[in-house]
């Protein structure tokens, strides 16, 4: 129901932007935020927006370098990535809740995830 895409390689330093589109229902009235999991780690919260775009939040790790954004009609998150590190390596994972700021258990429904490496 969350489809992610636009991951990819990347060497350092560079830029992706990743999507998270609805399919099959509607998401804009729900937050959403994006999470990513590199290998044997857990799932860690990267940023967040609120239904109407109005609010947003980071990870201290990438302030300053992801954007997180919606289209007017809410349907689909962005994720703006510039200045790339190696430890971005993940997979990224869009999430929908029903409120900003939810914790981790409160978000129902989850994307497939897309890939994201960074060479050094």
């Known amino acids: 129901q969350l489809v992610e895409s636009g991951g990819g390689l990347v060497q350092a330093g560079g830029s992706l932007r990743l999507s998270c589109a609805a399919s099959g229902r509607t998401f804009t009235t729900y937050a959403v935020s994006w999470f990513r999991q590199a290998p044997g780690n857990g799932r860690e919260f990267v940023a967040g927006?609120?239904?109407?775009?109005?609010?947003?939040n980071y990870a201290e790790s990438v302030k300053g370098r992801f954007t997180i954004s919606r289209t007017d009609a809410g349907d689909t998150v962005y994720l703006q990535m510039n200045s790339l590190e190696p430890d971005d390596t993940a997979v990224y994972y869009c999430?929908?809740?029903?409120?900003?700021?939810?914790?981790?258990?409160?978000?129902?429904?989850w994307g497939q995830g897309t890939q994201v490496t960074v060479s050094s």
């Open positions: 927006i609120s239904w109407n775009g109005g609010d947003s």
């Open positions: 999430a929908a809740a029903p409120f900003f700021n939810s914790g981790y258990h409160e978000y129902e429904y």
